[in-house]
């Protein structure tokens, strides 16, 4: 049985009409079902549903009626979705992530990719969004590039098969970790129209040669998912939002002023012991930033002769963040820093 396919998002006019989502991956600790009624209660009109153990587990038994299942309780609470496949220990309980497309077996990541294809299509989501995983110490990095590629080439004829969108994340400290590494892993996979990028709006602060608007501007033609989260530079640890250094009305206003008309999910998986409280808090954040692009937006359109205008501002030119691309990345969960 197939889920309702939600309505078509509606063109994003200004930062105020970008669509607000927020990850199940920050409310690991409800039921699915609770989860999706307190993000809808909140306001947000989509969910980045992350497959997991107590989150539309793909492997547990009765799949076909438990996609049914989430699909009506979505259509009934009126949440589009983009599916994400971050989960820590669902493939293995021993080691974090694993076995991803790198390692020597990936067979049950690729199972994992392919059936989340498949709930993606059922559910009618904007994306399926999945990303390259960490190089293990043994294997060579041509290898583990090829190996990446050729898992991909999988996913993406899986995708074709369903008519399903695919957002590539790049990940800090993974293969394949920036908007530079996208790119090449786009171009050797032959460009496909299917593969997209899936933005975290907190990793471009943390890492990217440019501004985090210029970043949205770099990619916006290929922009599926973005995910949206503060944090800072040279450390990889999804914040609050004003707990970082991002400044988000421009970021806002290039989401907008490019086009972008899928979900805006905030990603914050550390928050769940307190997920009601910080889903509400963020929602209001990113409603009083949005307002605050628009009034920008407004005031430079009308400015008076010889001020420029909304579409005569760079992007980047709205933020005054570092584009150091010297910085090293930190890793708060091991400490461990990577050049």
Same mark, same amino acid.
């Given at each position: ?18 669509? &607000? ?10 039921? /699915?079902?609770? %989860?999706?009624?307190?993000? #809808? !209660? +909140? @306001? ?56 991803? &497309? ?10 994992? /990719?392919?059936? %989340?294809?498949?709930?993606? #299509? !059922? +559910? @009618? ?215």
């Amino acid at each position: 049985m197939t889920a309702p396919r939600p309505r078509p998002a509606p063109p994003a006019a200004d930062a105020r009409t970008l669509r &607000l989502g927020y990850g199940t991956n920050g409310f690991a600790n409800h039921r /699915l079902d609770d %989860a999706l009624a307190v993000i #809808a !209660d +909140l @306001g947000y009109v989509g969910v980045a549903l992350t497959l997991d153990h107590d989150h539309l587990d793909p492997f547990a038994p009765g799949l076909t009626r438990r996609i049914a299942a989430v699909g009506r309780r979505l259509s009934a609470l009126g949440l589009a979705v983009v599916i994400e496949t971050g989960a820590r220990y669902l493939l293995d309980p021993w080691h974090k992530h694993a076995p991803t &497309l790198l390692h020597d077996d990936p067979t049950r990541r690729i199972e994992f /990719l392919r059936r %989340a294809v498949r709930i993606g #299509a !059922d +559910l @009618g989501a904007e994306a399926v969004s999945f990303w390259a995983g960490v190089r293990p110490e043994a294997v060579p990095p041509q290898t583990a590039w090829d190996r990446l590629v050729a898992g991909c080439a999988t996913v993406v004829d899986a995708a074709d098969a369903a008519g399903v969108t695919l957002g590539f994340e790049p990940e800090p400290g993974m293969l394949v970790e920036d908007i530079a590494g996208w790119r090449r892993l786009r171009a050797a996979l032959g460009d496909p129209g299917r593969f997209g990028i899936t933005l975290d709006i907190g990793h471009c602060r943390c890492l990217e040669p440019w501004s985090v608007p210029q970043c949205v501007a770099e990619v916006a033609a290929h922009l599926v998912n973005v995910q949206i989260d503060d944090m800072r530079r040279g450390v990889h640890e999804h914040l609050e939002f004003g707990s970082g250094e991002i400044d988000f009305p421009p970021v806002l206003a290039a989401l907008a002023q490019a086009g972008y008309r899928g979900l805006v999910a905030v990603e914050l998986p550390r928050d769940s012991h307190a997920a009601p409280a910080v889903a509400a808090r963020s929602i209001e954040f990113l409603r009083a930033a949005a307002a605050t692009a628009a009034a920008r937006s407004t005031t430079a359109s009308t400015a008076a002769t010889g001020r420029p205008t909304k579409d005569e501002v760079p992007a980047g030119a709205l933020c005054s963040a570092s584009t150091d691309a010297t910085a090293a990345v930190r890793y708060p969960d091991s400490g461990r820093r990577v050049e």
